[in-house]
């Protein structure tokens, strides 16, 4: 595609639900990145994806959340059971994963809002 | 953890005049990027600088690295409006491909 898209655009929900947010990176890009952004603040890494390596999950920040890539393309990012601090931005980014110097895609966003 | 830190964390300037940002990171890199956003969504990437390079130009942007001290600059020379944004640093790790965000700074180009 044109670009990096995220779905949905907005999220509220309820304490305790669960919630999938969905991106489509660029086509060919191997790579796949997932931040999460509080109000005000930087981004913090939550997991890649390259090829049909395992993920790095080291950013995830409770097993309450996981990601999968599904086929090397989609990705969906589930957190279970919400708690009002996963509100936030979460960002997606891809990217070709050839190994050299890389520039991330990012796409819109989705903005989370866990009442 | 966030190993990168800017500053400052907001600068307010007039139109026409300069603006520079810095950032530090901790550990060894293969490049540094910047990264603007606007309105607390998508980033996007402005400027990339190698590990071997120190200094980098692109229209009005124009980037230092030193690795000695592990820093770099973000230098946007005759600033407009439309400049104003939130701009990242992002380091790529010589461990691996991923990237270490800074805290941001959040322009303001007033008119």
């Known amino acids: 595609g044109a670009g990096v898209s995220q779905s949905p655009s907005n999220k509220v929900t309820e304490k305790g639900k669960d919630v999938e947010l969905r991106c489509d990176p660029i086509?060919?890009?191997?790579?796949l990145y997932w931040y999460r952004q509080s109000l005000g603040q930087g981004l913090e890494f939550l997991i890649y994806?390259?090829?049909?390596?395992?993920?790095?999950k080291s950013g995830l920040p409770s097993d309450r959340f996981s990601a999968e890539r599904t086929g090397g393309s989609v990705s969906t990012l589930t957190i279970q059971r919400t708690q009002q601090e996963d509100s936030a931005v979460y960002l997606c980014?891809?990217?070709f994963g050839w190994g050299g110097p890389e520039t991330q895609y990012f796409g819109p966003g989705t903005r989370l809002l866990v009442l | 953890s966030q190993q990168g830190e800017e500053d400052p964390q907001a600068l307010s300037i007039q139109e026409g005049e300069n603006a520079t940002m810095n950032c530090s990171y901790k550990?060894?890199?293969?490049?540094l990027q910047w990264y603007r956003q606007n309105s607390g969504r998508g980033l996007v990437h402005l400027i990339l600088i190698r590990s071997n390079e120190r200094e980098k130009h692109s229209g009005r942007l124009r980037v230092t690295l030193d690795t000695s001290k592990k820093s770099s600059s973000l230098l946007i020379t005759a600033s407009r409006a439309a400049d104003t944004a939130s701009y990242f640093c992002a380091s790529e790790e010589t461990s691996g491909s991923r990237l270490t965000f800074g805290e941001g700074t959040q322009l303001t180009v007033n008119p």
């Open positions: 980014a891809s990217s």
């Open positions: 086509s060919g890009h191997t790579a």
């Open positions: 550990t060894s890199i293969n490049n």
């Open positions: 994806f390259q090829g049909n390596s395992a993920p790095d």
